[in-house]
C-alpha cells in the first residue's frame, strides 16, 4: 500500500493545488467473471502485439488514476459498505467496474470521443473526483489499464468511438502546441480496465 501512495503524491502534478495526504487504501477484490474478462482482453492483446518480447508488461498493461462523483460516505474511517445510489458513479464502478454505456456522464462531451478516460496525473484525476456529501475526503481509483498500441495525440478528436485503426487506446500528449496540459489515456473496450486501488486523501 505504500507504494500506491507513493505514487499517488510522486504523480500529483498541478502546482496550483498542494499535494494531499492519503488517508486510506483499499485493495478492491474483483468478481470471477471480471476478472477472467479482463485477463482475456489483456492476453488477446498480448498475442497480437507481442509486447512481452520488447521488454514490456503483457498487453503494455499499466496503472491510472480516475476521479468520478462519490454520493456516499464509502472509504470514509474503513466505511466498505456499497450504497445503491444510481448518483454514486464510485459505488457504481468499485462493484461492476466501467461501462462505456456511462459516457458523458460527468463532463457531457470526450477530448477523445466515446471513451473511458484515466490518467497517470493523480492530480487531474482529483478535478474530477466529486462528492455529493458531507465528507471532507475524496476518493480516487487507481487502475489496471491494457494500453496495447496506444496512439499519441495531441489536438482533440471527439468524434472518436473506437481507437484508430491499428491501435488498442487512444494517448493524450500534453504539448504546448496541443490542447492538453496532463496526459490522459482512453480505451474503447469496457474489459480494457480494471479498478485497482481506492484513495482516500484530504
Known sequence: MSLVSALFTKSWLHPSVSPKKVKAIYMIVLTSDLHSSYMDYLNEVEYREDFESQGLPKGNESERWH???????????SNTQFCQSLD??????????????????????GRFGRGIYTT??????????????????????????????????????????????G????????????????????????????????????
Open 120 to 165: 497517470g496525473t493523480s492530480s487531474k484525476a482529483d478535478t474530477y473526483s466529486v462528492n455529493n456529501n458531507s465528507s471532507k475526503w475524496k476518493a480516487v481509483i487507481l487502475n489496471k489499464v491494457v494500453i496495447g498500441n496506444g496512439a499519441s495525440v495531441t489536438l482533440n478528436l471527439p468524434k472518436l468511438t473506437a481507437p484508430p485503426p
Open 88 to 109: 454514486c458513479s464510485l459505488c457504481g464502478i468499485l462493484q461492476d467496474s466501467y461501462s462505456l454505456d456511462f459516457y458523458q456522464g460527468k463532463t457531457g462531451w
Open 67 to 77: 476521479g468520478t462523483t462519490r454520493a456516499c460516505l464509502i472509504g470514509d474511517h
Open 167 to 202: 491501435y488498442d487506446s487512444v494517448l493524450g500528449e500534453p504539448m504546448k502546441t496541443g490542447h492538453l496540459n496532463y496526459d490522459e489515456c482512453v480505451v474503447y473496450n469496457n474489459d480494457a480496465l480494471r479498478p485497482e486501488y481506492l484513495i482516500m486523501y484530504k
